[in-house]
């Protein structure tokens, strides 16, 4: 049995691929004496880069500004169409670093070569960081379904949320779960996610059993570790192609819903002058607190963050 949730993290990891059979240690790094922060950056593909190019004002932030960077899925059209997009992405990103952090969107694995991203980002499909005094779980939601090849994975997935879930403690202030595609609309009826989801995963299963959607299997998870004293965080990078550019919801349980994209690459010019401005999340990790805000992406570009 598990008992404490260091030696779960150094002990227990998770096979991404049938290959694996070696578990993979989770690295942890605390400083209790240091404010840091994060970006989170979704659907930040450009419409016009042939399926190789981030949006240009992207390749623009200062990313050593940031001790994260959070990629919220769809970094390019055609991600995995070509190993030197990988290459490309990992020169702007660098993917292998424990600071970065990449949930993986329908456009980053529709072309399938899944093993070029596990062999640039060095990590499994999902999996677990503690670090800085926060937990990020990196959920994916947009390759491991009921009706994917990888469908094995959903169960396995889901067990090790579960783990996560149930070991973690209050040593993590706060615990972000990081995914593309929106899979929040059962939680409330206070909210219509499709105004705001470029896609409404309102039925995505999390495990391979009737009742496995998002509210009757990872939200009361979600709560009970909310019941601990860590904060909790959704956030998905699916967002941006709507009028609405950003999301956040408090549910009645606690738990921030957040959504960021970006997609001004997509807009035609008789319309680009009349739509709301393209967002970032900027979070930071401080001994006061943890806390987050909206920022617009050409105004960070200019005055840096």
Known sequence: MIRTYIIFFLTFALLSSCKKEKPTPIDININKNKDFTYIFLGHIYDAYGKGRKVDPRVE???FSNYDQIWLGGDLCTEVTAKYSTLEYLN??????????????????????NHEWISEFTK???????????ITVFNLSTSLLNPLSPDSFLVNIQY??????????T????AFIVLMHNVVWDSVSTDFD??????TNYKHWKARLNPEGYFYSSVYPLLCNVRNKGIKVFCI???VGQKDIREFQYLSNEDIWFLGAGISNSLVITDRKDTLPPDKVLIFRNTTAGFSWQFEVLDTLIKYGS
């Open 91 to 112: 020169a702007l990103f660098n993917l292998g670093s424990k600071k970065t952090i990449w949930t993986l969107g329908n456009h980053d694995v529709r072309n399938g």
């Open 159 to 168: 067990d090790f949320f579960k783990q996560v879930c149930d070991t973690i």
């Open 123 to 133: 990590r499994d499909l999902f999996y677990a960081q503690y670090t800085d005094n």
């Open 236 to 238: 998905s990078g699916d």
């Open 193 to 198: 996610a499709s105004v705001f989801a470029n």
């Open 170 to 173: 209050t040593k993590s202030k």
């Open 60 to 62: 623009c932030i200062n």
